[in-house]
T-cell receptor
Framework: QKEVEQNSGPLSVPEGAIASLNCTYS??????FFWYRQYSGKSPELIMS????GDKEDGRFTAQLNKASQYVSLLIRDSQPSDSATYLC????????????FGTGTKLQVIP | DGGITQSPKYLFRKEGQNVTLSCEQN?????MYWYRQDPGQGLRLIYY???????QKGDIAEGYSVSREKKESFPLTVTSAQKNPTAFYLC??????????FGPGTRLTVL
């Protein structure tokens, strides 16, 4: 079982819709969770971090964490074509040097 | 203007050649990291450093070497022992070993 799993997609949503991206992780001791956005050919940029169960909102983005079910999700409201990118989930599994493990990413396509 | 810089943006290596990728940060971050990204794959950790003059192997350190002589610099050398070095190389830093910020990356191609 992979430590961090994401559906590779592509996930296609129409412009203005809500995009829902999901991530599951295997280590119950995981402490912190991150979402990065990566445009084709570019480096990842941090969108949000979340540490506690529940929702965390930042503009059009909402991160949701459920430690009991070991999943973290990212909702993008009012999706725009500029949101089309690969979204990487990252989890700090909290061992030793606080290793952050990245998922392989979900490709999102927002259709105008 | 704070940030992480990587150079060069593109690098071409001949067989049997060692090449060094530069990573510099002026964020005053203690921890620095090197990752490799291959098409359709996630980020794989090569080396990390939590403090000057100390670094540790990541998951795929074979064929790579690093140094951390200054807080702001963490160069990566891809040696001839790395048999499949063509990839996108990403350097990151963090103030604590947690939230990481990435540089723009170096794309290495073997000729």
């Amino acid at each position: 079982q992979k430590e961090v799993e994401q559906n590779s997609g592509p996930l296609s949503v129409p412009e203005g819709a809500i995009a829902s991206l999901n991530c599951t992780y295997s280590d119950r001791g995981s402490q912190s969770f991150f979402w990065y956005r990566q445009y084709s050919g570019k480096s990842p940029e941090l969108i949000m971090s979340i540490y506690s169960n529940g929702d965390k909102e930042d503009g059009r983005f909402t991160a949701q964490l459920n430690k009991a079910s070991q999943y973290v999700s990212l909702l993008i409201r009012d999706s725009q074509p500029s949101d089309s990118a690969t979204y990487l989930c990252a989890v700090n599994i909290g061992r030793g040097y606080q290793k952050v493990t990245f998922g392989t990413g979900t490709k999102l396509q927002v259709i105008p | 203007d704070g940030g992480i810089t990587q150079s060069p943006k593109y690098l071409f290596r001949k067989e049997g050649q060692n090449v060094t990728l530069s990573c510099e940060q002026n964020l005053n971050h203690d921890a620095m990291y090197w990752y490799r990204q291959d098409p359709g794959q996630g980020l794989r950790l090569i080396y990390y450093s939590q403090i000057v003059n100390d670094f540790q192997k990541g998951d795929i350190a074979e064929g790579y070497s690093v140094s951390r002589e200054k807080k702001e610099s963490f160069p990566l050398t891809v040696t001839s022992a790395q048999k499949n070095p063509t990839a996108f190389y990403l350097c990151a830093s963090s103030i604590v070993p947690d939230t990481q910020y990435f540089g723009p990356g170096t794309r290495l191609t073997v000729l």
